[in-house]
């Protein structure tokens, strides 16, 4: 179902009907249509307009505020934030976009020719098939780079924020890009293979769980279509002995019941040292336990709903089976009564590799802690997930740096400090938690042709 349900009181507030096939083809093909004169306008004029973007986004930041929040249950305050994030990344491309994609010159010499380059063009229509628990950050952050590079976009978001899908739409074309540039399919997930399937469609993007990558990953892989994946992350937080433990503590907060505990760079399992795990556990518990969990809206709130009746399900689920095996609930652990789909703050030690929860990803405000006995073991520990998407370590020590940097099997590493997303560095995965590259240069050339030029006498 394409709908509103109020997470934070299991109301439904609007239903949608999906596209039927036959609207599905007929926006294809006016985005095609689109792309074939959008390529060839300047990256002056595509920057107008997404300023523009940017500009309405600051003006309209406490109702788009409101639309999140009450779509996904976030904070209001964290709504409010993600949308001034979004104007941000939009000036970010808006601002380097043509300097990223500037032309690569070679030595013509060598290849006998006057001249040698490589040129970044645009691939044309692109899917992009979005996740709610950051539902607008998730879509500008393909979709400023792309618009840049002179692509057109396609978006399937996720059923729950029909809305804030809406709007996106509509923001972009009131900010100037014309129509068709950036349209908003409102579809389930089962159709989205007759759109990758398309040829008009040149390329996706994924964020989102495992199945649904490998899902669209298999289908352009049999159109040999370029994809990028975001997939989950379930990120190590590592302490060592010569941390700064309060601030650790802090961040560790912060950096697992960010968004409801709903990120997937979150950390969410905590690799403590043996020699401060105590002090550690006991700092980081009691910041746990002072949470405040209640409405949305009340600025008062540090935790929100989870976003879907069934993710709290699904987290119970861990929490329980591992309680089973012999895990420790350290503070949280079973959610109140009442409506909406709220979960406490939880910590769990002694966890042990036959719980799911060791190598699952908890997509809720559930923190894994660790003891290990040394450097060595955190990196094991650390690196024994099917995922490798964010990680942090926690140490002065430049060695121990050096070390967490090389050998912790991520696509990006914070040292003293939590994973965040910057429009100015790259942002991606290895392992289960997917391939490409999102956000800097990085990102603007995912969804560009690479195009080599020879220039004989
Ligand atoms: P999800 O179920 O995979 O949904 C994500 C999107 O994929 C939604 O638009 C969904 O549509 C669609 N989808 C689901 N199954 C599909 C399929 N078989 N074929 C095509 N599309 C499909 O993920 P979620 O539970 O909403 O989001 C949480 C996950 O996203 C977590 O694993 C999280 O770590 C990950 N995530 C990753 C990043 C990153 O940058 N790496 C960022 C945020 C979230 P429907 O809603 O209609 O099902």
Redesign the pocket.
């Known amino acids: 179902m394409i709908a509103t349900i109020n997470p934070a009181t299991g109301e439904t507030i609007k239903t949608f009907e999906a596209a039927d096939p036959s609207e599905v083809t007929s926006r294809i093909a006016r985005a095609h249509d689109r792309w074939l004169s959008y390529r060839t306008t300047s990256f002056e004029q595509r920057a107008t307009w997404l300023r523009a973007a940017a500009d309405l986004l600051d003006a309209e930041v406490d109702d788009v505020g409101r639309l999140m929040t009450t779509e996904m249950g976030k904070t209001l305050a964290s709504a409010k934030a993600e949308v001034g994030k979004c104007a941000k990344g939009m000036r970010y491309y808006a601002e380097h976009s043509e300097s990223l994609l500037a032309d690569e010159p070679a030595d013509a010499g060598a290849v006998g020719a006057v001249q040698a380059y490589a040129t970044y063009q645009p691939l044309g229509v692109v899917l992009a098939?979005?996740?709610?628990?950051?539902p607008l950050w998730?879509v500008v952050r393909f979709a400023a780079p792309a618009l840049m590079a002179g692509n057109v976009g396609l978006l399937?978001?996720?059923?729950?924020v029909p809305q804030t899908a809406l709007y996106l739409e509509d923001v972009l074309r009131r900010a100037g890009f014309p129509e068709g540039c950036f349209q908003t399919l409102l579809i389930?997930?089962g159709q989205?293979e007759a759109v990758l399937r398309d040829p008009r469609v040149a390329a996706a993007t994924?964020?989102?769980?495992e199945?649904?990558g490998r899902?669209?990953a298999a289908i352009c892989g049999d159109e040999v279509k370029h994809t990028v994946l975001?997939?989950?992350?379930s990120d190590p937080f590592v302490v060592m002995p010569s941390a700064d433990l309060d601030k650790a503590a802090q961040v560790a907060v912060t950096a697992r019941v960010q968004n409801n505990g709903q990120?997937?760079i979150a950390a969410k399992r905590f690799i403590v040292h043996t020699d401060v795990y105590d002090s550690f556990a006991e700092k980081f518990v009691a910041r746990m336990k002072a949470l405040k969990v209640g409405d949305p809206f009340d600025s008062a709130t540090d935790v929100g709903p989870l976003a879907t009746e069934q993710g709290r399900v699904d987290v119970e689920k861990l929490v329980e089976e591992a309680v089973g095996k012999g895990a420790t609930v350290l503070c949280g652990g079973s959610r109140a009564d009442g409506p909406g789909w709220y979960y406490p703050p939880t910590v769990i030690a002694d966890i042990t590799e036959d719980m799911p929860l060791y190598r699952e990803?908890v997509?809720g405000p559930v923190a894994s802690l660790y003891r290990v006995a040394d450097i060595e073991e955190a990196i094991a520990v650390a690196n024994d997930s099917p995922f490798g998407?964010g990680s942090n370590a926690w140490t002065s020590d430049p060695d121990e740096q050096k070390r967490f940097v090389n050998d912790l099997e991520a696509g990006q590493v914070f040292i003293n400090g939590m994973t965040i997303s910057y429009p100015e560095l790259p942002?991606g995965?290895v392992k289960r938690?997917?391939y490409g590259r999102e956000l800097s240069g990085h990102g603007i050339r995912e969804f560009c042709n690479l195009k080599t030029v020879w220039v004989g006498a």
Not at 156 to 160: D, G, M, T
Not at 230 to 233: A, N, R, T, V
Request: glycine share 14%; proline share 6%.
């Open positions: 098939v979005m996740p709610w628990n950051f998730q399937k978001h996720a059923s729950n389930s997930s989205v994924l964020t989102g769980s199945p649904a899902s669209v975001e997939l989950g992350g990120s997937c990803e997509f998407l942002f995965g938690s997917g």
